[in-house]
Structures are given as C-alpha cells and as structure tokens.
C-alpha cells in the first residue's frame, strides 16, 4: 500500500490506548447506571444468572422480524439477555433516530446505525450531554476482546476514539482479505474473450476498449445493444475514475499531509472532462444518473454490459459462482495527468455501530454481550448462524454447506433471515476464519485483489473526529456545498453544463467558504497525526 495506507500501521499509541483514554477529564462515569443487584459475568455464558431485558434499535432489511431470528433467539439462550427490538426500515432509520434522540425516549443499545446514521458529529454531541456513554473504562475491565484489537491496533483505538478522549460507540473491524473494496468493479469476461483484449491499465486503454465494446457486437447477437459502461448515479464507479485522476475521495482527502477538497482541484476537472466524453460517444449508459440498481441488473442478466459495478459480478449478470470466474476485476487507472495508478479503498473501519445509552441500566452485560462478536468464534457465529441452517457438521466436525429452502433466491437471501448481520453494519470482527477452507471463487476474488487492488490502493483521509464547534461550522457548509457537487457533477457529465463553465463552478465553490471547511479538516488531520 501507499503511504496515506501505511500511516495505519505506525505506532503512535501505546498499548492500552483505550484503557489510558479513561484517565483524561470526563463528564460522568461509563458504569453510572449500573443495576447493582445484576452481577455480570467477565468470562464465559451465560452472562448474568438471572434474564434481562434490554431495548435495541436498528435499521431493518425488511427480510425477516429480529425476534424471530435464530442466531438471535440461540445467543439469548446462551447469555440470558433479551431485547425488545425497534427495527425500522433503513430508508427510515435516521429519521427515527434522531427524534428518539430528541425526544429522550432512546433505546438501550443503538446498533447497526453506522456513520450514515450515527455521524461522528452525534457521537461528539450526545456524547457530551451525556446521552451516550463512554465504553472505555467498560472495555478495559469486561471485554477482552475488543481491548485485545485496541491493543494490537492502536490506529483502531485512536480512530474511534472522540477529541474528549471518550468512546462512544464501537466499530466494524474488517481484516477480511478483501476488506479493501469499496464497491469493485468487473468486466464481462465473454465480451474480452469474443474480442480477444486485455484488462486496460491506462484511462486510454479504456477507452479504446469501451469504443469495441459498443461497435464490435461482443454479446454477438447482431443488435447493436451493448452498453460499454453503467451505473446507477455515478455511486460505485466514481471513486475508481476518480483515483485515475489522482484523486481519493469525492470531498475532503489527504496528500502526502496536506488537506484538500477534490471537486475543487483540477485534477477533478480532468475526471469530468474524460466522462463526459464517454457519455457523449455513448460509452457511458445515458441512464445512469436515472435508473435503479434493479434496472441495471436486469441490463446485465441480458448480457448487455461490459464494464459493472457490484460486489460480485454475478449479482449483476445472474451467473453462477464458476461462470462469474470470468470476469476480471478493474484493475487501477493510470491517466495523462498521473503516472502511477491509484484506487481509493476502505481503511477497514466502520464507525458508529454499536453504542450504549444513559437509559440502559445493564451497561456492563450489554458491552459483555457484544464483546463475543470481536472474537473468532463470535464473529462467525454472527456471520453464519447457528448449526442446522447454512451449516451443518459431518463426523469430523468440518463445516458443510446447506442449500437454502426453495422460496429464496440464493443463500444470502435466506442469511438476512438468520442473523442481523446483512445489509448493515454490524459491530463484529470481520475475517476468513482459519480452519476453513477457501472456495475456488474466493480464491479468485484473492488473487484478483491482491493484483489489481492492493498495489494501488489508498485510504482518502484517516477517521477523524471534530469538536462541537468545528462540528457546527462545517455542518452549516457542507449540506449545500454537497448538493452544490453532486448537482454539477451530473450536469457536467452529461453535458447540460458545458465545461467551459468550469470557473464559475469553482468560484461557487470558493463562495461556500470552502477555505474555512478545509482549514478544519486539515486540523484535524493533524490533530490525529500527532495523537
């Protein structure tokens, strides 16, 4: 990895961090709502001798109710803790949140919210009214199994730990192999065959290759229906044409230290510059800024894509696992104005995903009870379910695969109604799990990683938190400065705002006090720098 990657690995927190963390000033006691007549137990099941119940909200899929899953009912038997559980829809959750907030009447646990839901700047926030507790003092002394990642992973600690020097809510901690994808891309492998052409390394060789696609029949159908490269709001293949550019993040990124906010850069204007030229040649579907992920879909199930996005290409083309073996990943671009390729990835943590309120009156057996997730055992347990479902053991205890009942589309369909960890993010360990042996697909998917991502691949900027009032003033920027670019983006891109209109763009942009919204960033930047 590169440099901004390689900031994860330096030590600058000593072991302990978050334990050290609770020595700072605080503004009350993250075990003050203790019940004494509960007495948790550190190690092992059940948790407490006598059942709890405690309140949880998250976001639901809509698969299936939480109180009827059984990776849920089975750790209810194993730790004597119960829940009432508010689970509304994910388009909704954020609205119901913030009024539970607002109105005081919030759950016990908040789980599965991520930052989308639970920002940095509601952490910091409630945090400080003390609506949310600080879980450090209460990891140190009853979950070894977080503290163990803190300590062996001090970026971990310093990266979810607030500018009071609190946690106040705990992460997804992704280790898995391929943790590194944002959302990746794939090629249509039959179309490469059927032209007999390489995975393009350069924004030209791109190019060239969307040009074949669209004029060569690759699907070989005799109709003139290919669609060279699609997507459905520029959402998942932005960030990889972005890195062509040399840049890492739509927003605020970090190079070699120094803050800046791309969509105002002239590497940005390049990247608009070379999609809009796709779009007007017809490389680039005309309807990507208005069609749905199911549409998509359903063009590549008739075999009309060549370049995609989704997290396995045969989600999109509706292939089976060995026939999705064909389909190379995107490897990373280089362009005219950078020589080295670059693709933006994830850094591996996902914030906001499990905290603790001041009404939950078990603090200790509720960070006991998510504790066991951090854990090997724990996190698979999460992952998969209970034995009988996905799984089945044969005499020598190996794990079997299970077909899923008939009325589910596939396996993962049938997972979402096992076990809350699908389709948000839930606060676990995310590995392989030894022992286990790894599936030719995932060996592809390995390999495929290991060349054409992990070479290339750079974190945007460190997780960073800002204080209350860095918090407010960039709140107050950033909601129309975020319209602002998504708006002109789409216009640029597809020609309704000509390029030529690039300085006015720039000079709206510098109108929004974008200096200020930088200037705090890069504070923060540093702040986390020297932690």
Known sequence: MKKTLKLCLTGLCCVGFAAACSSSDTDGDSTSNTNPDVEVSKEGFPIVEEEITLSLMAPGT???????????????EMTNISFEYTTPPMSDFATRLNLAFASGD?????????TSNLTPGMEVDYGRQGILIPLEDLIAEYAPNIQRLLDENPDIARSITTVDGHIYSLPVINQHPNSSWAVPMWYNGEWLDALDAEVPTTTDELYDLLVRFRDEDPNGNGEADEIPLLDVQMNSTRLAFLGAFGMKAWGIEEVDGEVRYAPHTENYKEYLTYMNKLFEEGLLDPETFSQSDEQKKAKGQENRLGLFPDWFSFFTTGQSEDEAMNNPMFHALSSPITDEPLIPINPGITRGT??????????EASIRWVDYFYSDEGS???????????FERDEDGNKVKLDPPP???SAEDYRGTLTPA?????????KRV????????DQFLDAETEEKIGPYGEVPIPLLYLTNEEQEIVNTIEVDLKSYVEQLEARFITGVEPLSNWDKYVDTIESMNIEEYIEIYQVAYDRWASS
């Open 106 to 114: 919030v759950a016990d646990i908040i789980y599965g919210a991520g």
């Open 407 to 409: 009325q589910f589309d």
């Open 380 to 390: 698979e347990f999460l992952d998969h379910g209970p034995e009988g479902y996905l």
């Open 354 to 363: 499990f905290a603790i309120t001041s009404n939950n009156e078990y603090p």
């Open 434 to 441: 030894e022992g286990v042996e790894v599936s030719e697909f």
């Open 62 to 76: 809509g698969l299936a109710e939480w109180k009827d899953m059984p990776t849920l009912q089975e750790y209810t």
């Open 422 to 430: 699908y389709g948000i993010p839930t606060p676990t360990l995310v």
